[in-house]
């Protein structure tokens, strides 16, 4: 089970990157996130927690960072497992910004359809915040 959404951000690609590389900020772009943290630095093997605004904290591990390109976070909880996916695509004068949700494991039949519908709203509010925030720091 699969969720994605896009938006054209009017910033380049090492800028976006350097705000999703400041994991405890992530709450202030991301709705459906309370809390986040990472112990080390922002690269791959290192883990942290995530608490979402809805639902119990998650453990997360970076499973890979390309810096300027892409970032991808897991987490597994019993018979459950969440792999969120950010590209960045440079475009003329902007960035695609791609967030990827996949769900995989025994319980994604029963937990898959409920965070779909939650991603669905949720994720392109994400991403609005995002490129609100990454165009306010290109124009400073």
Known sequence: ????????????????????????????????????????????????????????????????????????VESKLPLFRMVFEHELIPAAGATEVVHRVTFSGFLSFILGPILIKQLNVGLPVTLRKLKALAEMRGAA
């Open 1 to 72: 089970m699969q969720v994605e959404h896009r938006i054209t951000v009017a910033a380049s690609p090492d800028a976006i990157f350097r705000i999703y590389a400041d994991v405890e900020q992530w709450p202030s772009w991301d709705p459906d996130t309370k809390q986040a943290s990472l112990q080390g630095p922002f690269q791959v093997g290192s883990r942290g927690r995530l608490t979402p605004t809805k639902g119990s904290t998650v453990p997360m591990l970076l499973t890979e960072v390309v810096p300027g390109k892409c970032f991808t």
